[in-house]
């Protein structure tokens, strides 16, 4: 007997299952054959979270490794005569690299067994910061096994030959005989130079993750003001499930007689949450634009407190729509596009809906703005237009929006109740405050791990600024006490080690603003964001940008200050 196996042969036998089975009701059902991982059921806007979530620590190891390259290229040159005595004394240079690689290695180790001990405490609290129990079960899922600590003891092993290598070639110094007697190293200026870059690189890298968190998180406020009412407002998705009675209509009269409920609308999707769009023109006007478009009820504006600037809110004998024309409304950004800042109301627009004639729809109210939020069609206009059109009340499926009098929790209980009754199913009722704070919350988390994560790096970038521009400064004392012996100003140290920290500053900022670019870019791409379009946003660049360049010249300040008050007598005493 034949053994089949694999899912084309799964989806072959459920195909021949389905094709006896008669639809109920006309109803037209599917089956999805998925491989049973958990990663297959887990949400993709939680797995882009993830993903991005996780490149951050390999942005953090390799920062490091830059910042530990340069610091011990600053300890090879104070080690100089050091490595001079070795090899005066007949040490081989092999031995001396294998020494200083071992060195490099034992600090290494060092740092992955702390980190270890992070990684096994951090699956719980991962989970739980998350909120990831209901997709992901229990922290057991995010245990590291053989082959997570395999790749992280290899790149450990990488990152700690990497960061030593270079540093133990350096100190391995040709002239033995020159550096006893006390000259100066030719390839000081040199290996400075590598410093200061390895330096820059790591200013840059530190942008990245802040840019990425400062728009994320102006992304959230901008949520948590949308340009409509969400207080003492409840919503509740009613699917269909099955065939019923209770239309929106039904439910949305039903409900306004509940005690504490003032009014009652609906909508064809939650606001903010992957509305449609439409494409659309003015009658004289060349090429098709897509603003986004939502279904809602005739009492919509007055629930949700959005304003009527001209024209009239939808009527009742608008539902059934001219045989013509079609009444819309629109929002004051759109009519600037379409129309000029004082015209609209009571124009036609021409609405390509599918690959037929082209609608007329006419514009009867033109209404206050308000956030798109993320959209389904990626071209779609995401600076407030709007087309706002009438839902049926005979539809069977949507959202509820229930304007309480009180207390919208106090309400919860009673309206679940009555929809239950109606529908004969739970529906799950809560405020619109929390249903956007739960669409918002893993892009908040991870806003605010990036947040921390982005500070820790620009912190280790500083420290790399303090040790390489204060190891340079040291190393041209002498330089330094010469010329002020010879009449030179303190202005002239101060300037010396202010350039020369931000010399590489410039084009690090630069990489990082087009890394940042990128990183919000491929953000927008997989839709991780609540709003669309974060990349175009010039805020969040221009404000890390500023407060890199304050931070760090604030810290070259630090420096210089005290380094120009040196008394150059004592300096070349010291030499």
Known sequence: ????????????????????????????????????????EAPGEMLGILAMALALPGLILVMSCVNVSALLLSRSVSRRQEMAVRLALGTSRGALVRMLLTESLLMAGLAAGIGLAFVLALPPLIVRFFDAETWLGSADALAPDWRVLTTVAICGLAAAVLAGLTPALAALNPRPIETLKGRPDTNFRGTSRTRRWLVGLQVGASMVPLVVAFAFSSAVTSVAAPGFQTAGLLVAAVSEEKPRDATMGVLADTLSATPGVEAVAFEAKLPLTMESSVRVKAPDAEGLIDPVVASVSRNYFEVLGIPILAG????????????????????????????????????????????????????VGIAGDRMTGKTMSRRALTDGSMIYQLMPESSNAGVLLVKTAGSAEALTGPVRDRLRALIGSTTRVRTLTDAMADSVAGIRRLSVIMLVLGVLAFLLAIVGVVGTVSFDARQRRKEFAI?????????????????????????????????????????????????????????????????????????????????????????????
């Open 1 to 40: 007997m034949a053994v089949h196996d694999g899912p084309e042969y799964a989806a072959a036998e459920f195909l021949s299952i389905d094709a006896g089975v008669s639809p109920p009701r006309g109803r037209e059902h599917s089956i999805v054959l998925t491989s049973g991982s958990r990663w297959d």
């Open 483 to 575: 010329r002020s012996a010879l009449g030179a100003a303190p202005s002239v140290v101060r300037r010396w080690v202010i350039f020369s920290g931000l010399r590489p500053i410039a084009p690090a900022l630069l990489a990082g603003l087009l890394g940042s670019w990128g990183a919000l870019t491929v953000a927008d791409a997989n839709r991780l964001a609540p709003v669309d379009s974060i990349a175009a946003d010039l805020a969040p660049y221009v404000a890390i940008t500023v407060l890199l360049l304050l931070s760090v010249l604030a810290t070259l300040l630090a420096i210089a200050y005290p380094a120009s008050r040196r008394n150059p007598l004592m300096a070349l005493r010291e030499e």
């Open 312 to 363: 009239t809110p939808f009527e009742r004998q608008d539902e059934a729509g001219a045989a013509t024309s079609k009444p819309v409304v629109i929002s004051s950004q759109l009519a600037r596009r379409l129309f000029g800042w004082d015209r609209g109301l009571g124009e036609r627009v021409e609405a390509q809906v599918s690959s037929k004639t082209p609608e007329q729809w006419t514009v």
